[in-house]
């Protein structure tokens, strides 16, 4: 991975999206920056579903090549895909674009009160969680790692923001 830039997506929260810059670049060990690019993710939104498909935000996204850089969208609209009722996040495997939602992240959509800190680590999690997918790492037994699958938000939180040694190792000989 050369370097990471951060695509938004529709109209997410710009502290938010400022928020993962420095732990991105901290994890991966290569420099990130917000994007110009905005995608109008308007195609893409499933009006009975009030979802936006997150396979075909993707793919929008990676029509740009990155120029070697890994992309990654942030949004803050529910994504789905077909087969799910929601997805938090989804990425290539072994590619350079991947596309994270922080819309079920945020602890209002559980009808509690909003935690601006608590909203940033998971999102910081789930951003570094699909990154990884894009180096080629799959999901980890360890329940600790961030590379642990999560299907719900006490998921995200028992995780930490770190790959674990194993993950990290995997990804050592990656370029
Ligand atoms: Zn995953
Ligand atoms: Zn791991």
């Given at each position: 991975m050369k370097a990471i830039r951060l695509v938004r997506v529709g109209d997410p929260n710009p502290d938010l999206v400022d928020a993962l810059v420095d732990p991105l670049a901290e994890e991966f060990g290569v420099p990130c920056s917000v994007d110009e690019r905005r995608i109008d993710p308007l195609f893409a939104l499933h009006p009975e579903r009030r979802q936006a498909h997150s396979s075909q935000l993707l793919a929008e996204l990676i029509r740009d090549d990155g120029g070697g850089d890994h992309l990654l969208g942030v949004t803050s609209l529910d994504l789905y895909i077909p087969?799910?009722?929601?997805?938090?996040g989804e990425a290539q495997t072994e590619g350079h674009g991947a596309i994270v939602s922080y819309h079920r992240l945020r602890q209002e959509f559980y009808g509690m009160p909003g935690d601006a800190i608590l909203l940033e680590e998971r999102l910081v999690k789930e951003a570094i969680h699909e990154l990884g997918h894009t180096i080629g790492l799959l999901h980890c037994?360890?329940?600790?790692?961030?590379?642990a699958s999560s299907h719900s938000v006490e998921g995200i939180d028992l995780k930490n923001w770190q790959l674990c040694t194993l993950c990290r190792a995997a990804i050592s000989c990656v370029p």
């Open positions: 087969i799910l009722s929601f997805v938090f037994d360890d329940w600790e790692c961030v590379m």
